[in-house]
């Protein structure tokens, strides 16, 4: 057991209790309940009819949770049997949303952590989202387009039904791309006989996509790093960053960190990490991953030089000045948020969700490094799908400019949200309980004002 960031208050223990009780096992989703619930003791101070009302208990239990069976055959004839879920968590401020994860460790608990995390994140995005998430045991890794797409064929035969632009909308994650994205949005189109778009985002821009989807929680996470650093005085140029990970997350963030004048010297895949003292090269990261989906050590092979790759190392061996967590849940634990306090390190954001241990949290809140919890920093995008659902209602396409003006927006009014409610509740700099706080509110004034649902 790792040792939680923050103890949830007295008031609210039964609730954690009995999520316990009810959901045994599923310990990443009892990890993002107890970070939520360690949050909001000063809030149901502040309003007791939360409590009176059990709007935390009613969010603690997902409105529905669809579990199939996905059947496909494989390039060599053979029947491969996965397992798909599709958990629609809140439908209080607007559809379901959120992405899909296809990885071997999905676990219904897996999905849930993700879909409870959503719904906060989606709240703080200011737009009209409920939170959502799906995903399957699939491993796309080794397997073939056509393998791929028959998978994908099976997973939305029987997932369309749940689906709609008014009731479901998924989109992408962990191991689902713009190809994923692509069979599927092409199997609920033939299924359904309607050209939805707004049915799933993160489409191609040639078919309903938006501009700047790709690139934008990357490209959001940084915007939000730059604000913390901005609001203690400081700036992201010329400061050393590691990425964890090489997929979209990681590699838009790269991007973004290095047009703001920072070097990124280190990124990862779950086989190890590379060290370019150089700044990573986007040119070649983008080409190995997006294109030819090849491992991290390949970089350190072409590029030769004194670039180096560590076999299963921890990247957060590596010095740093600022780092971004963009790979996957508890990545970072206690010992390396205590090698990061020790190098240096005074900004943490988490690109990814839930990539620091609530140990890791502590460690870095008890020695003042500036903390940013994923759903605050990752928002930008599900909140640039929102944008392309906007655009899909209204039959638009904007440009990159615009669509990117509007992401910078939205992170700068997260940012100003969890910063005022922090300090509004007397808890200046602390990021987790502001995110958590002003999401949690915002879903809970909604809820109350619709009865009992
Ligand atoms: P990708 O599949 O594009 O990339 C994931 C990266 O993380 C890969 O480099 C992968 O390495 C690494 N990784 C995945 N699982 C593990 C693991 N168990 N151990 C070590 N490394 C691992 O996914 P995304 O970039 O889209 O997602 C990254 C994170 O960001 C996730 O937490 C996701 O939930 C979150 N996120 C994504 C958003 C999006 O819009 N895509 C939005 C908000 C959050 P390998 O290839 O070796 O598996
Ligand atoms: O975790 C996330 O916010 C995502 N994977 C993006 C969800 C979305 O609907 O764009």
Request: aromatic fraction near 8%.
């Amino acid at each position: 057991m790792t040792t939680p960031a923050t103890t949830i208050d007295r008031a609210l223990q039964h609730v954690y209790k009995e999520v316990l009780r009810r959901n045994p096992g599923e310990h990443e989703f009892h990890q993002a309940v107890e970070e939520v619930l360690g949050s909001l003791g000063p809030v149901v101070k502040r309003h007791p009819h939360y409590l009176a009302e059990r709007v935390i208990e009613r969010l603690c239990e997902p409105e529905r949770q669809i579990i199939f069976r996905v059947p496909w055959t494989d390039d060599a004839g053979q029947v491969q049997i996965n397992r798909g879920f599709r958990v629609e968590y809140s439908s209080v401020l607007g559809p379901y949303k959120g992405g899909l994860r296809f990885h071997p460790s999905v676990l219904l608990g897996t999905v849930k952590f993700l879909g409870f995390e959503q719904i906060f994140k989606n709240a703080l995005t200011g737009l009209p989202i409920g939170g959502g998430k799906g995903g399957s045991d699939f491993d796309p890794k080794g397997r073939s387009d056509a393998e791929v797409m028959r998978f994908c064929q099976s997973f939305m035969t029987e997932l369309y039904r749940h689906l709609g632009e008014y009731t479901d909308v998924p989109a992408g994650d962990i191991g689902v791309g713009g190809r994923e994205i692509g069979y599927l949005f092409g199997q609920y189109k033939r299924i359904t006989n309607r050209y939805e778009a707004g049915v799933i985002t993160g489409k191609g821009l040639a078919w309903g996509g938006s501009r700047a989807r790709t690139e934008a929680t990357g490209y959001g996470t940084v915007y939000f790093a730059n604000e913390m650093a901005r609001h203690v005085g400081r700036s992201l140029d010329g400061q050393r960053v590691v990425v964890s990970g090489s997929g979209n997350v990681a590699i838009y963030a790269i991007e973004k960190v290095t047009e703001f004048g920072g070097t990124v010297v280190a990124a990862s895949d779950s086989s190890g990490y590379v060290v370019d003292e150089a700044g990573i090269d986007l040119d070649l990261l983008k080409d190995l991953k997006e294109v030819r989906r090849e491992r991290i050590s390949r970089y350190a092979e072409e590029k030769g030089g004194d670039v180096r790759f560590v076999e299963g190392g921890n990247i957060w061996d590596v010095p740093c000045e600022v780092a971004l967590p963009c790979a996957t849940q508890n990545e970072l634990d206690e010992e390396a948020a205590t090698t990061l306090v020790r190098n240096g390190t005074h900004i943490v954001a988490e690109g990814a969700n839930m990539p620091c241990t609530p140990g890791a949290v502590r460690v870095f809140q008890e020695a003042d490094v500036l903390f940013g919890p994923g759903k605050a920093v990752n928002a930008g995008g599900v909140a640039t799908s929102a944008l392309e659902m906007q655009q899909n209602a209204s039959r638009d396409s904007w440009s990159f400019e615009h669509t990117d003006e509007r992401l910078g927006e939205i992170m700068r009014n997260i940012h100003e949200s969890v910063v005022t409610t922090a300090e509004d509740y007397g808890r200046p700099g602390d990021y987790v309980f502001g995110a958590n706080a002003a999401g949690f509110t915002a879903v809970a004034d909604a809820m109350l004002a619709m009865g009992v649902i």
